[in-house]
């Protein structure tokens, strides 16, 4: 079925780059209507969506995050990648990749259907 | 923008009922019938258990439904069961290809 496995470093230095890839198996990376997803949990804390990217590569980014982020598909290998620079200790989180529902014909949606198991990154010296 | 705002905590006895509001602004929920509500258990990933408002993804139980009034959702869960423990999180669209989700509350099964 249908499977979202993200892949990351584990611990990150403040001031580098984050760098994350989710690898999508199980069904088609290039169906229209749907959008590919980074999302970040802090310990003890809330949901907070990084951004989405479609499959031809066009992204959108959360405001408050669009200076340090990046986003890249890459559709031979089923893959979307997020780059997060300049990270501190605030950016300490488990990183979830997603599947994000956006329209179906004349149909608009928007919401996470499928979730990977999510990537906990630790910035610290 | 804003994060939604959810009480911390809600909880309730087996088989009763307990509901869950998240308050957002004219910019998100009071405008776009988007939101969305997403269950997590301790450790795990969360799962999809209610989008635009009030439908239910396959395989999510018919106890669980959504509604909204002005600028707050609320997710009711009816028939409390043991395995409804978890976090709940809501989300909305916010205009211009964003999402905002909520601060999450924590349902205790007492």
């Known amino acids: 079925q249908f499977q979202l496995q993200e892949s990351g470093p584990g611990l990150v230095k403040p001031s580098e780059t984050l760098s994350l890839a989710c690898s999508v198996s199980?069904?088609?990376?290039?169906?229209?209507?749907?959008?590919w997803a980074w999302i970040r949990q802090p310990p003890g804390k809330g949901l907070e969506w990084i951004g989405s990217i479609s499959y031809s590569g066009l992204p959108y980014f959360n405001p408050s995050l669009k200076s340090r982020v990046a986003m890249s598909v890459d559709t031979s290998k089923n893959q979307f990648s997020l780059k997060l620079n300049s990270v501190t200790a605030a950016d300490t989180a488990v990183y979830y990749c997603?599947?994000?529902?956006?329209?179906?014909?004349?149909?608009?949606?928007?919401?996470?259907?499928?979730w990977g198991r999510g990537s906990l990154i630790t910035v610290s010296s | 923008q804003a994060a939604l705002s959810q009480p911390p905590s809600a909880s309730g006895s087996p088989g009763q009922s307990v509901t869950i509001s998240c308050t957002g602004s004219?910019?998100?929920?009071?405008?776009?019938?988007?939101v969305s509500w997403y269950q997590q258990h301790p450790g795990k990933a969360p799962r999809l258990m209610i989008y635009e408002v009030n439908k239910r993804p396959s395989g999510v139980p018919d106890r669980f439904s959504g509604s909204k009034s002005g600028n707050t959702a609320s997710l009711t869960v009816s028939g409390l069961q043991g395995e409804d423990e978890a976090d709940y999180h809501c989300?909305?669209?916010?205009?211009?290809?964003?999402?905002?989700f909520g601060t999450g509350t924590k349902v205790t099964v007492l």
């Open positions: 989300s909305s669209y916010a205009g211009s290809n964003n999402y905002v």
């Open positions: 997603a599947r994000d529902r956006r329209y179906l014909d004349w149909s608009l949606f928007w919401y996470f259907d499928l």
């Open positions: 004219s910019g998100d929920v009071g405008t776009y019938d988007y």
């Open positions: 199980g069904g088609s990376f290039t169906s229209p209507g749907y959008y």
